[in-house]
């Protein structure tokens, strides 16, 4: 399996992104599809992921203002991020596994097999 993130950029505080992250190799059916953010000098964490039964989780930090979307027809994942911060400014990262269980989105980085390369978001206050 072969991620690609994409949607970065420079956006002011209170401002919107739409990242992508599209995956190719083999359909991602039973997979579980997540966003992890890694701030300056941080680690990197879990923000939100989608089980392959639809199920979706989120990090406190970004409930209300971020959505998680999947569009398996085009075996691509989205992240709607509004009223962005500037402790959203990261690199974003999309990563993949496979869950058998069809509501379960585990938020441990090491669960993940599969990454994008990131794409940097900025927000400026």
């Known amino acids: 399996v072969q991620l690609q993130a994409s949607g970065g950029g420079l956006v002011q505080a209170g401002g919107s992104l739409r990242l992508s992250c599209a995956a190719s190799?083999?359909?991602?059916?039973?997979?579980?599809m997540a966003w992890f953010h890694q701030g300056p000098g941080k680690e990197r964490e879990f923000v939100t992921g989608v089980a392959w039964g639809g199920i979706r989780s989120y990090a406190d930090s970004v409930k209300g203002r971020f959505t998680v979307s999947k569009d398996i027809a085009n075996n691509t994942m989205y992240l709607q991020m509004n009223s962005l911060k500037p402790e959203d400014t990261g690199v974003y990262y999309c990563?993949?596994?496979?869950?058998?269980?069809?509501?379960?989105?585990?938020?441990?980085?090491?669960?993940?097999?599969?990454w994008g390369q990131g794409t940097q978001v900025t927000v400026s206050s």
């Open positions: 190799g083999r359909t991602l059916n039973n997979y579980v």
């Open positions: 990563a993949a596994y496979n869950d058998p269980v069809y509501y379960r989105v585990k938020t441990d980085q090491q669960e993940y097999r599969y």
